[in-house]
């Protein structure tokens, strides 16, 4: 089954909702219509009893080549461009989703989608793709959590200097720094990301919510609570069977 919108690619299959990014020609430069379409997805998928996890790609020649900056120039002022551009709160919704995330990352990851790519649950990238956080150099700031994100994945450190920097990294590299659990040839990667997505899509719900639930908080708190948290979780689990 799919959904027609125009900036993505919506379809379910075997219990996984598929969202595709769908401007190819622009290299699936986030733009406000597709902060629309994804969100408007994203609340579907999340009430959808059928859907056990999210598989997430881009069409084309990329992953996602960051943010549309010709968007920019179309506002009164860049900090008002970028407040529209968060104005639906989809990482929010990415975070908050009850169920597995697996993305599958090709060509350019650039800014918006390395943002997008670690709020999935299982990352993993062809053997040709390019990554790097610019936004430093073009004079802004992460605004969609990069700052954050990058360095639970990575340490502080190597976030830093790929902030700071902007500079880019290949596969093997984002590999070795955490950015990504997988790397595989790229005539690989679909059927791989299918592979891993339908396996994760057969957990039972609320396993699967409680896990990622675990893993999210878990680095906020102090050792002590997070294993608490996790007593907690698993006695609670053993009473239900979803």
Request: glycine share 10%; charged share 20%; with cysteine.
């Amino acid at each position: 089954m799919s959904a027609p919108f125009p900036t993505i690619i919506y379809e379910k299959s075997c219990g996984v909702a598929h969202v595709s990014l769908n401007r190819p020609h622009q290299l699936n430069a986030y733009s406000v219509a597709m902060r629309d379409d994804f969100s408007e997805a994203l609340a579907a998928i999340a009430e959808d009893d059928e859907v056990g996890a999210l598989l997430i790609t881009g069409q084309g020649r990329a992953f996602c080549a960051g943010a549309d900056l010709t968007e920019f120039g179309t506002a009164p002022s860049q900090v008002i461009a970028r407040n529209v551009r968060w104005q639906r709160d989809v990482w929010g919704q990415l975070i908050d989703l009850p169920k597995p995330i697996v993305a599958g990352a090709h060509g350019y990851c650039i800014g918006s989608g390395v943002e997008i790519l670690l709020l999935a649950d299982v990352r993993i990238a062809g053997s040709d793709t390019v990554f790097a956080m610019p936004e430093l150099r073009l004079g802004m700031i992460p605004a969609a959590g990069g700052s954050q994100t990058l360095p639970r994945s990575t340490g502080p450190s190597t976030a830093l200097d790929l902030l700071l920097t902007g500079r880019r990294i290949d596969a093997a590299e984002a590999m070795r720094i955490g950015l990504v659990s997988r790397v595989v040839p790229p005539d690989a990667l679909a059927s791989s990301a299918w592979c891993v997505a339908r396996e994760l899509a057969k957990i039972p719900a609320g396993k699967a919510s409680a896990m990622r639930a675990l893993l999210q908080d878990g680095p906020d708190l102090p050792l002590a609570g997070g294993l608490e948290r996790e007593r907690r979780m698993a006695a609670m689990q053993m009473t239900t069977n979803n």
